[in-house]
Nanobody, 123 residues
Framework: QVQLVESGGGLVQAGDSLRLSCAAS????????VSWFRQAPGKEREFVAS????????GYAYSVEGRFTITRDNAKNTIYLQMNNLKLEDAAVYYC????????????????WGRGTQVTVSS
């Protein structure tokens, strides 16, 4: 399996931007599709964005499309989530997750998870 470590979370105001990073180590990173999920207090973990192994194809939840951008730098074994125009409802713990080959939006499809990074949005 691949090991994942998220970073970049913090406290921002509504309308601000933030970039999250997910650093991977272990197995061949380029074999893994990666997704970002988030979980707010009292809510289930939900899909945010996904990217294919080569980075050519991405997908987004409707709630973040047009505001968030997922990218990857395979030379650095790192996935990024650029979050613009943050809203109060974006506040959550953000997790990256990896699985071999194919993207997925389903939590249960992933066996490799980071520990998460907290994003707090104030008004």
């Amino acid at each position: 399996q691949v090991q994942l470590v998220e970073s970049g979370g913090g406290l921002v105001q509504a309308g601000d931007s933030l970039r999250l990073s997910c650093a991977a180590s272990g197995r061949t990173f380029t074999d893994y599709a990666v997704s970002w999920f988030r979980q707010a207090p009292g809510k289930e973990r939900e899909f945010v964005a996904s990217i294919t192994t080569g980075g050519m194809t991405t997908g987004y939840a409707y709630s973040v499309e047009g505001r968030f951008t997922i990218t990857r730098d395979n030379a650095k074994n790192t996935i990024y989530l650029q979050m613009n125009n943050l809203k109060l409802e974006d506040a959550a713990v953000y997790y990256c997750a990896a699985r071999l080959w194919a993207r997925s939006t389903y939590v249960g499809d992933f066996s490799s998870w980071g520990r998460g990074t907290q994003v707090t949005v104030s008004s």
